[in-house]
């Protein structure tokens, strides 16, 4: 399926688990792939895989919490293959050091916050004026299940995702008048190495881990949404928080 023919997407925390699938599947409908990510031999990795499979990809070395990182992430991406249409924030992630409100330390506070929220913010702020140039596009944010439901134990992560759902809203508005569609997945327990890790060791993730209807998501069925929203397939979908979760808010 040609869906993205022509077009150049920078995919950020491609270096591994949902942003490298989606990376491999938009290389594979035929987009030109920017891998962003602050492991330069992971994200070397992806561009590998990428071009054994006859795709065109370059790797970007950055950490999305800083803007002066962003800003050259997305002027390398624009030399490199002549423009922008589709930026997906991906990087991100939850560690075992967030908890109650109570008892998470300031430090994963501020650390998913930087790393969640405001590098989706910079990745935006770099990038929309590209979109803009290219006559429009889309943006794929990455928040999560938990940013939909109450669950206890994960407040710094709820915080950032919540914060990612509220701007994907705001900035559909901002920017629909230029064509630009802003959406947001909400995965749930997605099996990526990272997460395998954090299952084994979190009984709140294992709790919301067996409500699961269909069973737990790979990271292909979140990049499949991704490539959607990406695609002029979703050309009227903008502004939307979607779930790829299993069930697991309505049950
Ligand atoms: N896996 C899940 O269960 C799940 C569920 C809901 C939402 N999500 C979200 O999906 C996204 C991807 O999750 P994943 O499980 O694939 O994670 P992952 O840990 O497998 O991959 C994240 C990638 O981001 C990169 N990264 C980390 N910090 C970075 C930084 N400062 N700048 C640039 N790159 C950085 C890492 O090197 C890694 O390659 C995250 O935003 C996560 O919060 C995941």
Redesign the pocket.
């Known amino acids: 399926m040609n869906t993205l023919i022509d077009k150049v997407a920078l995919i950020?925390?491609?270096?591994?688990?949902?942003?490298?699938s989606a990376a491999i599947l938009f290389s594979q409908a035929g987009a030109k792939i920017s891998v962003?990510?602050?492991?330069a031999e992971?994200?070397a990795t992806t561009v590998n895989l990428i071009e054994a499979n006859g795709g065109q990809a370059i790797f970007v070395e950055?950490?999305?919490?800083k803007p002066e990182n962003v800003r050259s992430m997305i002027s390398t991406t624009v030399k490199a293959f002549g423009g922008l249409n589709i930026l997906y924030n991906?990087?991100?992630?939850?560690t075992m050091m967030d908890g109650r409100v109570t008892e998470a330390p300031d430090e994963e506070f501020w650390r998913v916050i930087g790393?969640?929220l405001y590098?989706t913010f910079l990745g935006c702020k770099y990038a929309i004026p590209e979109l803009i140039k290219a006559g429009g596009g889309s943006v794929i944010n990455?928040?999560?299940?938990?940013a939909l439901m109450g669950v206890a134990g994960r407040i710094c992560?709820t915080a950032a995702?919540g914060g990612i759902a509220s701007m994907t809203r705001a900035m559909a508005v901002e920017y629909g008048g230029h064509k630009i569609r802003v959406n947001a997945i909400?995965?749930?327990?997605?099996?990526?190495?990272?997460?395998k890790k954090l299952l084994e060791q979190s009984t709140e993730i294992q709790k919301q881990a067996e409500r699961h209807l269909v069973g737990l998501?790979e990271?292909e069925d979140?990049a499949n949404l991704a490539l959607y929203l990406a695609s002029d397939q979703s050309a009227l979908i903008t502004g939307q928080v979607i779930s790829v979760d299993s069930g697991v808010t309505i049950s």
Do not use: F, W
């Open positions: 950020t925390g491609s270096g591994s688990g949902i942003g490298r962003a990510d602050v492991n992971h994200g950055c950490d999305v919490s991906n990087a991100g992630g939850s790393l969640d590098g990455m928040s999560s299940n938990q992560y995702k909400a995965p749930s327990v997605t099996l990526t190495e990272r997460v998501a990271p979140v």
